[in-house]
């Protein structure tokens, strides 16, 4: 038995970095899994690749910042196995705008990949799990919601917004005798392609290893994260191992933000 053993799950932002390695473990743990995203070429191998391990995937294209695509989602699940029991929040992204550069374009872009798709997967799916005995939602947040990095004015408002919705759709559906509960995951910098580059704009190293190495130093634990580390939070928060825990925060950044 998987820890997730026949769930329905839904990841987004799945063909890449934190999302397919969730899904690649979700899968392991037992679950059938949707992932979606806006790469296809890497969301269909992804799938592909899971299937070929013995696990249960399928992908759709799917801009999590719009309602529409939302909708073809959720009736493709509702289509298919009548329920969805975790969906995972995690298509994001920022770029490194400060205060008095970022554009109200750019401002609203980051908003709506983060936050909006975030408020949007998070309110649909409670629509829908309350009606089918409840569930797990994990949105993906960052460390970037409680440091105010200089250069990610955006993202930190953005990753921070996620965080208070999560704890208020929490409070809300436990009030509610929904039995659906809501967290927010926030990782330090982990090695992904987005996590990476961001480290060297920050830095200004010349290469990935020059940026890793000076982010090192800022993770107590002498390395930064590894996708896989950030999956193992978020398959506790979305499985029943966790079902005393909801409205929380769970920081997995190696004490990037405990001193
Ligand atoms: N890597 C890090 O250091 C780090 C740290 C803290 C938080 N995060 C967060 O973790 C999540 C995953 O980041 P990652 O490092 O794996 O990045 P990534 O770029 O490797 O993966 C993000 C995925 O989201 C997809 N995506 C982007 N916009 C989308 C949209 N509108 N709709 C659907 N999919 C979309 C991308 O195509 C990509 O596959 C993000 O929310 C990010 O903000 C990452």
Redesign the pocket.
Known sequence: MGRVQDKIALV?????????ATAELFAREGAIVLL????DR?GEATAAAICANNGRARYMH????KPEDWNSVLDALRHAHGRLDILIN?????TYNDIETVTLAEWRRIMS??LD?TFIGTQAAIRWMKETGGGSIVN?????AFVGSPNLAA?CAA?AGINLLSKSAGVYCGQKGYGIRVNSV?????E????VE?ARLATGAGSDEEAIAMFTGLHPIGRI?Q?DD?AQGILYLASDDSSFVTGSSLVIDGGFTAI
């Open positions: 987004t932002g799945a063909a890449n970095g934190l999302g397919r979606t995203d806006i790469d890497n799917h801009d999590a910042s995690n298509a994001g992204g920022g990949i983060n798709a993906v947040s960052s460390v970037a993202y990753k926030h990782p330090g910098l982990v992904t392609k987005a996590g961001m994260g996708p950030i």
